[in-house]
Structures are given as structure tokens and as C-alpha cells.
């Protein structure tokens, strides 16, 4: 029952980020809180397959942002000869930020919260 929820979850997150990407264009919402929830979206579609252990799962995540973003910092869709497809220009992201960390690391802080409370 629980691959249920975290299926929900992903494909309501997922359609938030897809509005806030299409929709939004602000100085807090789409930098900060859009990357604060990919690593979210991330965590519940990982929860659909693993939904038991892996209790280090949001260490994982943070670890996989912090290596796509290392890749956006080596230009990876420029090397790729991707940089016109928009879809994975998007996807992959085009520009190293400091601050998409810190989001990922605050995103990723809450999913071990949630961890945290989850088990109690």
C-alpha cells in the first residue's frame, strides 16, 4: 500500500514542478523551491520501488543532485551535443549553482525529518 502513496505523491509533486517550471517566473519559488522538490519527487519515486529500508535515502539523493550538478558545472549537455534538445537541456540543467545545493540539502534535511518521524 505504501508504493501507492509514494506513486501519488511522485505524480502530484512531479505536476508541481512541471507548473512551477512552466508557470512561474519569480525569484523564490522556481530557483529555490522547485529544486527543494525535485530532490522530494526524486525520494518518492525511489520509495515506489524500495518502499522498506534504504535508510539512507536522502543521503543517496543529496549525493545524485550534488553529481548533476557537478555535470552541469562540466557543461555535460554541451559535451553531449545535447544543448539543443530542450527537454534534456531542462532536464539535466545548464548552469553549476552553489545555492541549488543548499536547496538540495535543505530538500533532503526534510526527507530525513520525514524519515525520522516516519519510523517513530
Known amino acids: 500500500m505504501k508504493r501507492v502513496y509514494y506513486a ?3 505524480l502530484v509533486l512531479l505536476a508541481i514542478e512541471v ?4 508557470f512561474v517566473r519569480d525569484a523564490f519559488v522556481r530557483p529555490y523551491v522547485g529544486d527543494m522538490l525535485v530532490v522530494i519527487v526524486i525520494y518518492t519515486l ?3 520501488f524500495v518502499p522498506e529500508k534504504c535508510r539512507l535515502l536522502p543521503l543517496w539523493i543529496f549525493l545524485f543532485a550534488i553529481l548533476v550538478e557537478a555535470l552541469q558545472y562540466f557543461e555535460i549537455v554541451r559535451l553531449l551535443g545535447l544543448s539543443n534538445n530542450r527537454f534534456m537541456s531542462v532536464l539535466i540543467g545548464g548552469t553549476f549553482d552553489w545555492k541549488d545545493i543548499a536547496c538540495y540539502a535543505v530538500g533532503c534535511a526534510l526527507l530525513g525529518l520525514f524519515e525520522f518521524w516516519r519510523k517513530k
Open 46 to 48: 525511489v520509495r515506489i
Open 8 to 10: 501519488i505523491a511522485t
Open 19 to 22: 507548473l512551477i517550471a512552466l
